[in-house]
């Protein structure tokens, strides 16, 4: 199920040198603490969001979930290939996450 539909006071937060998204995820009818880490499915190609791709976090900043009117959004400022920063770049995770049983997993 589509993951912002089913969980709820979702928030980013920096571990070990990685972004890791967290919610409360509903599973048979309750709600359970959920976890993902982003870098493990979101890297950076020359300045934009890649999906598939790994370790976007090393190459951004000013990391930030936002909301828009198309669900929840990772936006960051990102590096370049060429070193410099691109302006603030976003990717929607609302088709990108699924809940699945109260695990919040990656759609590819």
Known sequence: MRFDKSCRNLYTRLENGTTV??????????????????????????????????GFTQSAQNIALEYSEHGP?????MRREDGEWRERQGILLADKLENDEGHLDPIF
Do not use: C, H, V, W
């Not at 959004?73 to 400022?77: G, M, P």
């Open 21 to 54: 998204l967290i919610a409360e995820a509903a599973n048979m009818n309750q709600l359970s603490d959920s976890r993902t880490t982003l870098d493990d499915f979101i890297g950076n190609e020359d300045g934009y969001f890649k999906m598939p791709g790994r």
């Open 73 to 77: 959004k990772l936006s960051a400022e």
